[in-house]
């Protein structure tokens, strides 16, 4: 348990900075541009290591927190859709990405919901909870700050095409094939 939640908080700590103190993470990012991606990129490297070595060691002896009718997987698996979707677009701005504001954001929150639907392990409960909680404060904290550009090609109607269609692509390939192998969980369908 201890490798796990300091696995979460390696992770989700290094991707509060901004919300916690965005002056110091634009003078860091001023000062040594690389050192801190650098920095920022090892923690949460490490932070995603611990996660997943505390969450295998963490399944090993389950707690059982609820249970939930087997349709909920469908309406997981129709979340996830959008949740692949959104993951794209900020990179391939357009209307979807003017309208959504903080697509990524979206793409957590409901990424997370929708496996707190399936998932009733205590495991799973903390470390979906945990993204679901982040998300909802990372958003708020975003009324408050000025938004920071992506790289990304310029905004363009064709890009939401092509946003959908990777969507699409990515949610059909996680389900069928990747899931079960990045993940080690093989999706019933």
Request: charged letters at 15%; hydrophobic letters at 55%; zero cysteines.
């Amino acid at each position: 348990m201890v490798i796990f939640i300091t696995g979460l908080l390696l992770f989700l700590g290094v991707h509060s900075i901004s919300i916690i103190n965005e002056d110091f993470r634009t003078r860091m990012v001023e000062k040594y541009k690389i050192g801190w991606k650098l920095i920022y990129s090892i923690i949460s490297l490490v932070g995603i290591v611990f996660i997943a070595k505390g969450y295998a060691s963490l399944r090993l002896e389950p707690v059982l927190l609820y249970t939930q009718p087997y349709w909920v997987r469908h309406l997981t698996y129709l979340l996830m859709l959008p949740v692949m979707v959104l993951f794209v677009v900020p990179y391939l701005p357009g209307k979807i990405k003017q309208v959504t504001k903080h697509p990524q954001l979206i793409a957590v929150k409901l990424w997370a919901f929708s496996h707190l639907l399936v998932n009733g392990m205590m495991a799973d409960v903390i470390l979906f909870g945990s993204f679901l909680i982040w998300a909802i404060i990372a958003r708020v904290s975003f009324n408050k700050r000025e938004t920071r550009p992506l790289p990304s090609l310029k905004p363009s109607k064709m890009n939401d095409i092509i946003a959908i269609i990777l969507g699409v692509a990515l949610t059909i390939t996680f389900v069928l094939y990747l899931h079960s192998k990045l993940i080690g969980m093989p999706l019933v369908v």
